[in-house]
């Protein structure tokens, strides 16, 4: 691949989890290319896999770990296996998160009118799986929360550690249909401040990229019909976002590596930076 600009991260150490995903193998090669080693995190280590095999085929240096980002054991076993190939860690870029269909409704509006509430295929509101919901809240809080506190606690005292996290346009603005996503980013971004106060003297940044949408494995069908045309769901995306596209996940990378470089943003600290193609600052009018 090819990134928008070069920093210097030589000699330094990426953590990256949800590292074999869409999003996060473009930002694992991105760093990888720019002179870090990199960790490759994934609940599915053949998917991390792929990722580190790209790296290396491009000359970086990368290793695939298998991790839970739920348990704090598998996290520490995560750790060590870092720490004993690469020594230590500078950046810590929080991916993992997604979605879940229990927390999501299959109509934009309850109409109490409408007969297909009843349907046992349609899932309205009242319909909301509260076990979907905290899947969705402890996949998304506490899979940055954990390993947070697991590797952010060995980054202290290296030189100009970074902690990036991965939010999401819904955090600006809820969407329909997925209330327990938008909840969940919306913690993301503010725990992202609060991280940010609470490591300053600590010397640890801690910023988030917030993405706006973007064509993924885990959105394909809420995107795409069988066929591959669009659904109407999505032509309302398009008509929503100024730019009229879908994100690229090169399009992430200016602010990635914007955010990870000292020089660059080195005063930079406690920012959602929403990466959206306009959609948020339009009203629709």
Known sequence: ???PFKIDLTGKTAVVTGGGGVLCSCFSKALAECGAKVAVLDLKVEFAQRTVDAIK???GEAIAVACNVLQKESLEAAKKTVIDTFGGIDILLNGAGGNNPKGTTSMEYYDPAD?????????TFFDLDPDGIRFVFDLNIIGTLLPTQVFAKDMIGREAPVIINV???NAFRPLTKIPAYSAAKA????FTQWLAVHFAKAG??????APG????????????NEDGTPTARTEKILAHTPMGRFGEP????????WLVDKKAAGFVTGTVIPIDGGFAAYSGV
């Open 204 to 209: 640890i940044r801690v910023n988030a990229i």
């Open 167 to 169: 939010s999401s346009m």
């Open 57 to 59: 085929a491009e000359g």
């Open 213 to 224: 949408f973007f064509s993924t494995a885990q959105n394909k069908a809420l995107l795409f």
């Open 1 to 3: 691949m090819s990134v």
């Open 115 to 123: 007969p297909s509430n009843d349907l046992k295929e349609v899932m």
């Open 187 to 190: 913690g993301v971004s503010n």
């Open 250 to 257: 090169e399009d992430l990378l200016g602010a990635l590596l």
